[in-house]
């Protein structure tokens, strides 16, 4: 009640004298607006946002004692320039204003959130002084993550906001201060080539720590990225960024893959009869999750599967997510119940794309027997 009460008295007067005000909460964030549906659809948003910034960040520093004010504000009621602005009040209060209209875009407002959540983790991690050196990349890499995961179909955008031509160094790049400039898409590309190339998650994690609390991290990313063949020359960074770049922005070979080809590849990543765990099936590999090679195994298919879903036939997208789902609960740890249901998950989504398909193809037959015939 008095974290309720706190926030309250951080609301602009012009929304306290509304009677309809509406808010709704989470741990991290206190979403307030005059129209409950709004507030609700902002709040699932925002837990969206923590979750995806738990996979990099250290759950017990996002444990904040005083939560992120998200003020939904009409033209009416702005008094800032842009999209939406982030404050730091006394105490360690962080306010997130947004303009609330329809030009406000998915993509604009979980960076907006993510911004916010990195200045109020800083806050809480690294005291009053944190947001001085708190980098911008972060928020980039967190906000573009958990926009993808909503619209992953918007990932072939990905050139556009990067804009190559005006695309910063790597040094330039973690040095950006948030007070600097709005996040944009480069941050989530520096995640992405990290991804990409192979670096492990738990590195990530604490480069993406050491980043937060102020220091350089140009040196160990470099050791990180450099090839694994001991012949092989080392990369400067930035030759290792431009090759990334490169790589990720290459338009794909297909735009998207045929049902048949979608089917067979992701069974085949459902199977593990080619392999040395033969006899496990996907049921019996949760007990065997202690296993060091069956885990790597699983990271393997799952990065697979994360860098292909964007090709997967649309007939099977949800089949393809779902089986992501599930192997990302098997390596997170989860419980066994959560592993079950995403597993039921996946086994109805894959017959369901099965029935689509023969029924596509059997619409198709009818329609070629059709033409046939006149």
Same mark, same amino acid.
């Given at each position: 009640?008095?974290?309720?009460?706190?926030?309250?008295?951080?609301?602009?007067p012009s929304l306290q004298a509304r009677d309809n005000l509406q808010s709704a909460g989470n741990s991290q964030f206190e979403i307030v607006g005059l129209h409950a549906r709004s507030v609700s659809y902002v709040e699932d948003l925002s837990q969206h946002i923590a979750q995806v910034a738990g996979r990099y960040l250290d759950s017990e520093g996002l444990q904040f004692p005083q939560r992120i004010l998200v003020s939904l504000k009409a033209a009416d009621y702005v008094d800032f320039e842009g999209d939406y602005?982030?404050?730091?009040?006394?105490?360690?209060?962080?306010?997130?204003?947004?303009?609330?209209?329809?030009?406000?875009?998915?993509?604009?407002?979980?960076?907006?959130?993510?911004?916010?959540?990195?200045?109020?983790?800083?806050?809480?991690?690294?005291?009053?002084?944190?947001? &001085?050196?708190?980098?911008?990349?972060?928020?980039?890499?967190?906000?573009?993550?958990?926009?993808?995961?909503?619209?992953?179909?918007?990932?072939?955008?990905?050139?556009?906001?990067?804009?190559?031509?005006?695309?910063?160094?790597?040094?330039?790049?973690?040095?950006?201060?948030?007070?600097?400039?709005?996040?944009?898409?480069?941050?989530?590309?520096?995640?992405?080539?990290?991804?990409?190339?192979?670096?492990?998650?738990?590195?990530?994690?604490?480069?993406?720590?050491?980043?937060?609390?102020?220091?350089?991290?140009?040196?160990?990313?470099?050791?990180?990225?450099?090839?694994?063949?001991?012949?092989?020359?080392?990369?400067?960074?930035?030759?290792?960024?431009?090759?990334?770049?490169?790589?990720?922005?290459?338009?794909?070979?297909?735009?998207?893959?045929?049902?048949?080809?979608?089917?067979?590849?992701?069974?085949?990543?459902?199977?593990?009869?080619?392999?040395?765990?033969?006899?496990?099936?996907?049921?019996?590999?949760?007990?065997?999750?202690?296993? &060091?090679?069956?885990?790597?195994?699983?990271?393997?298919?799952?990065?697979?599967?994360?860098?292909?879903?964007?090709?997967?036939?649309?007939?099977?997208?949800?089949?393809?997510?779902?089986?992501?789902?599930?192997?990302?609960?098997?390596?997170?740890? &989860?419980?066994?119940?959560?592993?079950?249901?995403?597993?039921?998950?996946?086994?109805?989504?894959?017959?369901?794309?099965?029935?689509?398909?023969?029924?596509?193809? &059997?619409?198709?037959?009818?329609?070629?027997?059709?033409?046939?015939?006149?």
């Amino acid at each position: 009640m008095l974290g309720g009460l706190m926030a309250l008295a951080l609301i602009p007067p012009s929304l306290q004298a509304r009677d309809n005000l509406q808010s709704a909460g989470n741990s991290q964030f206190e979403i307030v607006g005059l129209h409950a549906r709004s507030v609700s659809y902002v709040e699932d948003l925002s837990q969206h946002i923590a979750q995806v910034a738990g996979r990099y960040l250290d759950s017990e520093g996002l444990q904040f004692p005083q939560r992120i004010l998200v003020s939904l504000k009409a033209a009416d009621y702005v008094d800032f320039e842009g999209d939406y602005s982030v404050k730091v009040a006394n105490r360690g209060f962080v306010n997130l204003d947004l303009r609330w209209e329809e030009s406000l875009t998915l993509r604009k407002t979980c960076l907006a959130l993510a911004e916010a959540l990195m200045v109020r983790y800083s806050i809480f991690n690294y005291g009053e002084e944190g947001p &001085g050196f708190l980098p911008e990349w972060p928020a980039s890499a967190i906000g573009m993550k958990a926009y993808l995961s909503l619209r992953p179909a918007q990932s072939r955008r990905l050139g556009n906001w990067l804009k190559p031509a005006a695309t910063p160094s790597v040094e330039s790049l973690l040095r950006r201060n948030w007070k600097d400039r709005a996040p944009d898409a480069n941050g989530f590309a520096l995640l992405l080539a990290m991804e990409q190339g192979g670096v492990e998650r738990a590195r990530i994690r604490n480069l993406m720590k050491q980043s937060l609390a102020g220091i350089d991290i140009s040196g160990s990313l470099a050791s990180l990225v450099q090839p694994t063949d001991p012949a092989a020359e080392n990369l400067s960074l930035d030759d290792w960024w431009r090759a990334s770049l490169t790589r990720m922005l290459r338009p794909p070979r297909e735009l998207m893959e045929s049902m048949e080809s979608s089917r067979l590849w992701i069974g085949a990543l459902a199977d593990f009869s080619n392999t040395e765990f033969k006899d496990q099936n996907l049921i019996e590999m949760w007990d065997e999750r202690e296993n &060091g090679e069956l885990r790597k195994l699983i990271e393997a298919r799952y990065e697979i599967l994360r860098l292909r879903i964007l090709q997967v036939n649309p007939a099977y997208f949800n089949a393809a997510r779902s089986l992501g789902a599930l192997f990302e609960t098997y390596l997170s740890g &989860g419980r066994r119940h959560k592993y079950m249901h995403r597993l039921t998950a996946f086994l109805g989504d894959f017959e369901d794309s099965k029935v689509l398909e023969e029924v596509v193809a &059997g619409a198709l037959d009818e329609a070629g027997a059709k033409a046939s015939d006149e």
